[in-house]
């Protein structure tokens, strides 16, 4: 069956860090990959997309890279901020429709 | 301002009561969909809309209902038959098919007891 892993264990890096998210999935060939970004008791927000053919997109402090082949995406935030602390949330396509299939999320934590 | 509203933000039943969650968008975007997020998992598709007058069942539709009888509108209704209804329940709409990013509401808590 499809499957999206992310890890559950919450990430704990100093303010100024790089932070690297990581999403995994198995038995899938997404055409594109979302991330979005979840404070507690909130919704989510999007933050990127990236498609099959597109190796690397960047956004401001945010970078994500998508790696068919191993079937992984990283998520970057350069030059983290306290305020960077949240979930962040890998979500892929399913049978290349817009219907989406969400990981569970890793949290984040930046230290000042 | 537009966006997408749900309400309440806090609900709580008893047991065998039927409750209707509210969504809400002004977006004019033609997909709408309700998922279902527990602590430490995913978020989980209960129903979509890609259009008025149409709806399709997602991956946990048992025990939930749904309309689309205006574009700004799709409320969900957990019945009496969802098994464990208590969760956090987010609506999100999208401009249509396509590899379009959704914008989510700010979510309904439902407790029941």
């Known amino acids: 069956s499809q499957k999206i892993e992310q890890n559950s264990e919450a990430l704990n890096i100093q303010e100024g860090k790089t932070a690297t998210l990581t999403c995994n999935y198995t038995?899938?060939?997404?055409?594109?990959l979302q991330w979005y970004r979840q404070d507690p008791g909130r919704g989510p927000v999007f933050l990127l997309l990236?498609?099959?053919?597109?190796k690397e997109k960047r956004k401001e402090r945010l970078k994500v890279t998508f790696d068919t082949t191993l079937k992984q995406s990283l998520f970057h935030i350069t030059a983290s901020q306290p305020a960077d602390s949240a979930t962040y949330l890998c979500?892929?396509?399913?049978?290349?429709?817009?219907?989406?299939?969400f990981g569970s999320g890793t949290r984040l934590l930046v230290r000042p | 301002d537009g966006g997408i509203t749900q309400s309440p933000k806090y609900l709580f039943r008893k047991e065998g009561q039927n409750v209707t969650l509210s969504c809400e968008q002004n977006?004019?975007?033609?997909?709408m969909y309700w998922y279902r997020q527990d602590p430490g998992q995913g978020l989980r598709l209960i129903y979509y809309?890609?259009?008025?007058?149409?709806?399709q069942k997602g991956d946990i539709a048992e025990g939930y209902s749904v309309s689309r009888e205006k574009k700004e509108s799709f409320p969900l209704t957990v019945t009496s038959a969802q098994k464990n209804p208590t969760a956090f329940y987010l609506c999100?709409?999208?401009?249509?098919?396509?590899?379009?990013?959704?914008?989510f509401g700010p979510g309904t808590r439902l407790t029941v007891t």
């Open positions: 999100a709409s999208s401009i249509g098919q396509g590899t379009y990013e959704q914008y």
């Open positions: 038995n899938y060939s997404p055409a594109y």
């Open positions: 990236i498609r099959e053919n597109e």
């Open positions: 979500a892929l396509d399913r049978d290349s429709s817009y219907k989406l299939i």
């Open positions: 977006l004019n975007h033609d997909a």
């Open positions: 809309s890609q259009i008025v007058n149409d709806f």
